[in-house]
């Protein structure tokens, strides 16, 4: 009867903390998404210029800012969230969060205020940068220290959900907003209302973190004298988790590259290389966005079933051979029914790499030190090959006078992720292993 009373009270707290641990994550990828979105008609409201190219890379470039930033925030708010709890951690960054995305829509035009506008707008990426670079591994490890071994690629899938809720969420604000509204009223005023919606998720979001317990594993740790809790947990993973922090990466690169490229800078390449209207493309992320929230959880499962790693690498091999023949497709004949047919096999492929990643990385690292550890390889991976990835790939197609280049960046990715995961085969093989109860105090 203790044990199913237990059970029966552990369930809500469970659910609490699964809403907890997304809803941040969803933020994250909602905010970036539609900077993503409206990068051209920011550069016009921030970085006017005669040369609509320097105009499109100064936006991008602030866009790359945020990520440039990420692995500091991710190494301090991991220290963080590994000496004093997942919980606090979580309550502090979804407040930072909020407050950037709503800066983004609230901040005056160059025209208004002048130089101010720009460098207001690169501090609230730099906050936002700060913020959710500590957001996945401090979410995810609460996460997945919530629930027994056998059910963590599922739980740690729910984390690519709320990615896949925040994309279909952002393209359809963006999709409404650019077919409604009037080019001048969507340039003037139109784009900032979809940012406006981080005022209703934040305090939604904190209220939430504020209730939910410290994650079982971690108050597990701290509770027992006899384990020893490092100190300097960042020396600890440079020192002891070299190669974990490297397989980490390697699971991250080809899934950061294809979902920047094809859910975030897909609007401003169909527009410019293509000549087709945005929406063309905002509709297609749209109907993915709700295939992959299907999908995920469902691949999860497998995963947990039959093993993540099997199922990871094998997408990736597919994804890096047909990144070449989708692109020929859509860009021999563009219009949108080839664009959405490319979107669907692209993205579900995603879907397949990304299901079990959190659970993955998460496996990678003790509790001691796995926040810091997840931080660091998670956004090294995402600014290095997800955030710079429209600014490179811009600048490859303007060197190389082709449309093809975000294939090959693609297939570059997909090359890198194979090398890396599959030189660290012992590292990611030993974290598959169920993690192990904290002793007891003698």
Not at 93 to 98: D, N, R, V
């Amino acid at each position: 009867m203790e044990a199913s009373a237990t059970q029966i009270n552990a369930r809500p707290q469970l659910w609490r903390a699964t809403i907890a641990s997304v809803i941040g994550n969803g933020l994250e990828w909602y905010d970036f998404i539609l900077y993503g979105f409206f990068a051209a008609i920011i550069s016009q409201t921030f970085f006017p210029s005669s040369s609509r190219f320097l105009s499109l890379m100064l936006s991008l470039a602030t866009f790359a800012i945020g990520f440039l930033v990420r692995p500091l925030g991710g190494i301090v708010l991991g220290l963080y969230a590994d000496h004093f709890g997942r919980k606090r951690a979580l309550t502090l960054l979804i407040l930072l969060m909020a407050g950037s995305t709503v800066a983004v829509g609230i901040i005056p035009g160059y025209a208004t205020i002048g130089l101010a506008a720009p460098l207001l707008i690169v501090l609230a990426r730099l906050v936002q940068g700060l913020s959710v670079g500590g957001e996945f591994a401090s979410a995810t490890a609460m996460l997945v220290e919530y629930v027994p071994p056998n059910r963590k690629m599922f739980y740690g899938s729910l984390q690519m959900v709320s990615q896949s809720v925040a994309v279909t969420i952002a393209s359809l604000a963006g999709f409404i907003t650019t077919a409604v509204l009037p080019h001048p009223a969507l340039m003037a005023w139109g784009w900032r209302l979809p940012f406006l919606l981080g005022i209703l998720v934040g305090p939604v979001g904190f209220y939430i973190r504020r209730r939910v317990e410290e994650s079982p594993e971690f108050a597990m740790l701290a509770a027992h004298t006899n384990v020893v809790r490092t100190s300097t947990p960042f020396r600890t993973v440079l020192r002891d988790h070299r190669a974990a922090v490297l397989s980490g990466i390697g699971l991250i690169v080809v899934g950061t590259g294809a979902t920047y490229l094809w859910n975030t800078y897909l609007p401003i390449y169909v527009t410019r290389q293509l000549h087709m209207p945005m929406a063309s493309a905002m509709i297609g992320i749209t109907i993915c966005g709700a295939i992959s929230t299907c999908m995920i959880p469902f691949i999860g499962k497998l995963s947990d079933r039959i093993g993540p790693y099997r199922i990871y690498l094998t997408a990736v091999v597919v994804f890096g051979l047909i990144s070449w023949p989708l692109f020929a497709y859509v860009t021999a004949h563009p219009d949108r029914a080839r664009l959405l047919e490319a979107q669907i096999v692209a993205n579900v492929l995603l879907a397949f790499m990304a299901a079990g990643i959190p659970g993955m990385i998460a496996g990678l690292f003790p509790t001691a030190v796995r926040s810091t550890g997840m931080a660091l390889a998670y956004n090294v991976a995402v600014t290095v090959f997800g955030g710079l990835a429209p600014l490179t790939v811009t600048w490859m197609i303007r060197q190389f006078d082709s449309q093809m280049m975000p294939a090959v960046y693609l297939m570059i990715a997909a090359a890198l992720s194979l090398v890396l995961v599959g030189g660290t085969r012992r590292v990611w093989l030993r974290g598959l292993a169920p993690v192990q109860a904290v002793p007891a105090a003698e």
